[in-house]
T-cell receptor, first 112, second 111 residues
């Protein structure tokens, strides 16, 4: 595997379900990010981890819970989501807080 | 309020002609600007960037122009090729090194 990978690629869940999104980067980077992209909207930064420590939380509801066990892996735990949370969730990584971020292919989430 | 705006959701260009994608920003603290390209079912990929100390950066068929006084940047692709058809995102960053993205422009290059 190379670059940034995300699983699953597609996820359909009910509002009472608990699920997790996984991201793995094979680039040796030490910063990882979660973004949300809703239809026709800009990418919205959700969380930033630098050296496994969360450095940013952009007012994200607590039903989204990130976890970064090491510099290569990032999870987004989902619990009691709302239909408006349906979106493309993108993971990215970078070397430190450099400008250039490398993105995974995203997880297309649908909340019923 | 969006700090980075791409006012054209879509653009169609004939193969071989020039594509010009535009982006405006409002935050004068932004000092670095990037363009990302996104194909369906893939994540955005970095294309080209420019620092605020420059007004032009060129990489092959791609050139980015920055007009700081107008808070405007543009991406020129010449000649355009059908493989350039994708969504193009403009992004900006300041000292916090967080990327702020525009909403994207869908470019279609017609053969």
């Amino acid at each position: 595997e190379t670059g940034v990978t995300q699983t699953p690629r597609h996820l359909v869940m009910g509002m009472t379900n608990k699920k997790s999104l996984k991201c793995e980067q094979h680039l040796g980077h030490n910063a990882m990010y979660w973004y949300k992209q809703s239809a026709k909207k800009p990418l919205e930064l959700m969380f930033v981890y630098n050296f496994k420590e969360q450095t940013e939380n952009n007012s994200v509801p607590s039903r989204f819970s990130p976890e970064c066990p090491n510099s290569s892996h990032l999870f987004l735990h989902l619990h009691t989501l709302q239909p408006e949370d349906s979106a493309l969730y993108l993971c990215a990584s970078s070397q430190g807080r450099s400008n250039e971020q490398f993105f995974g292919p995203g997880t297309r989430l649908t909340v019923l | 309020d969006q700090q980075v705006k791409q006012n054209s959701p879509s653009l169609s260009v004939q193969e071989g002609r020039i594509s010009i994608l535009n982006c405006d920003y409002t935050n004068s603290m932004f000092d670095y600007f990037l363009w990302y390209k996104k194909y369906p079912a893939e994540g955005p990929t970095f294309l080209i960037s420019i620092s605020s100390i420059k007004d032009k950066n060129e990489d092959g068929r791609f050139t980015v122009f920055l007009n700081k006084s107008a808070k405007h940047l543009s991406l020129h692709i010449v000649p355009s090729q059908p493989g350039d058809s994708a969504v193009y995102f403009c992004a900006a960053t300041g000292s916090a090194r967080q990327l702020t993205f525009g909403s994207g422009t869908q470019l279609t290059v017609l053969p």
